[in-house]
């Protein structure tokens, strides 16, 4: 059984196909690098893999079932737009809040409850940074107490939408190699969308490649070379191997890297 | 002072009005609404103008206009942006009205006082009894909620992704706070409505790092800047609406320097 299925499937989200007739699937215990450009349709990818958009055409099943929306089987972190870098609550708080958020009623956390946000966060190592208020820890420190997050429910499935985002290459390495460790202890699969291959080429399984509609899936050097990327960007491309780094070029431009410069400036 | 009558029924009337908005109000300030429990005030006031227009009591007015005001705005615009405008419209449309109202009705300045800066002296007690039950079911609803309010307003996206009814949970918060706003009204008055939701829950935001402590902090000091108003307002002679926002801005002058204090 597949943890994550895509048959035959189309979006389209105001008057545009972000995926057509996209036919792909992620195997359990996997750890799948998840790249395109901008717009791509990475985090539409992952919203319909949740069950949150209509598809026009076409079937997502998550871990054999049709996709629903509140799959308790499936660990998400949504990309992080900075709304909590402010926030003067205690990460444990936060990640509490997220763990009986679903319930209606005046619930109080128990025992076992407690012990496995202690136990996620132990996983991602954030155990003591959860004491403190989320606003006092640096983005690459955040992003772990948020991480913990989706390992509560146990899940089978763990998407991470864009967790590198805004982090120094320290941090953003800290970051895959708790994803790895997460997806080889508790054999899970993993989808961990990036802007760049480069931090994850060392950690991931098999590499699924979004553009012009498409889902390539593959390991990377077959995924990750001029003929599929330059289908996928829709513009010649050529790919510049050195050593372990792949450069993704168009012209003398590198597209992966340039695309997303902008995120870079906002360091926490 | 608790020999009066009038007085036994304001301290009560403003108590239950304060622990309500204290609650409802640190919740606002969490997930950045407070414009719109400004705009709901506003909606009250043509409410309240309304219904003495027509002959019938304020607080239904009040309570019935910032009911479905509430409502309407939680089912309405969805980003923050189209939000902004949309209420500040609402927000004059309501008050223009409202002076429409007052045009007609011949008492008009004492009446407009009254509803502008609050009145808690002549609240009665058929008053007093609406406003306990109505803060009771406030609560309730509150209870029933709180978690899924909670996850929502600090990470709406996961919320939504983990099952959440987001937009009904939001509808159903504004729906709460526009309780909370007519029975601030009523005590403070429709433009300093601020002065009890907002004021005590962003000063315990300062002082605590707790959600529920924080909360039932924010309680704490709407009903102490609350009695303590009333209480000053008896012995000066000066109004309660000022006392308390006076109470309130001084209590949030001092969460602020706690809170840079502690950096």
Known sequence: ?268 | MLDYDFMRTAFAASGVAALLAGTVGFFLVMRGQTFAGHALSHVGFTGATGAILFGLPPLAGLVGFTFVAGIGMGLFGEKLAERDVAIGMMLSLALGLGLLFLHFYTAAATQASALLFGNVLGVDSAALLTLAALALASFAALAIIIRPLIFASLESELAEARGVPVRFVSTAFLAIVAVAVAECAQIVGVLLVFTLMVGPAAAAQNFSRKLMGGAALAAGLALAEAWGGLTLAFYTDWPTSFWITALSGLVYLGSLAVRFRAR
């Open chain 1, 1 to 268: 059984m597949s943890a994550l299925s895509f048959d035959k499937v189309t979006i389209r989200l105001g008057g545009r196909d972000i995926l057509r007739n996209a036919s792909f699937s992620i195997e359990d215990g996997e750890f799948v690098g998840m790249l395109g450009a901008n717009g791509a349709g990475k985090t539409t990818l992952m919203r319909a893999s949740l069950g949150l958009l209509p598809l026009s055409a076409g079937e997502v099943r998550a871990l054999g079932r049709r996709a629903t929306r509140g799959n308790p089987e499936i660990g998400y972190m949504p990309q992080n737009r900075g709304a909590l870098a402010g926030l003067r609550l205690r990460g444990w708080d936060v990640v509490a809040s997220a763990a009986i958020g679903a319930r209606f009623g005046f619930v109080t956390l128990d025992k076992a409850m407690r012990r496995e946000i202690d136990w996620a966060l132990d996983m991602v190592g954030a155990r003591e940074l959860a004491r403190r208020s989320l606003g006092e820890l640096s983005g690459g420190e955040r992003q772990r107490v948020l991480l913990s997050q989706a390992l509560i429910g146990k899940p089978r499935l763990i998407m991470l939408d864009e967790p590198l985002i805004s982090l120094d290459p320290g941090h953003q390495r800290n970051v895959v190699e708790i994803a790895r460790r997460i997806c080889d202890d508790l054999k899970v699969a993993i989808l961990f969308s990036a802007h760049e291959l480069n931090p994850l080429v060392n950690a991931i399984d098999r590499v699924l490649y979004l553009g012009h509609g498409e889902a390539v899936i593959g390991a990377v050097d077959e995924v990750v070379a001029g003929p599929v990327l330059s289908r996928l960007y829709g513009a010649p491309i050529e790919v510049v191997r050195a050593g372990n780094r792949y450069y993704v070029m168009a012209g003398d431009v590198d597209v992966e890297h340039d695309a997303h410069r902008h995120d870079h400036h906002a360091h926490a």
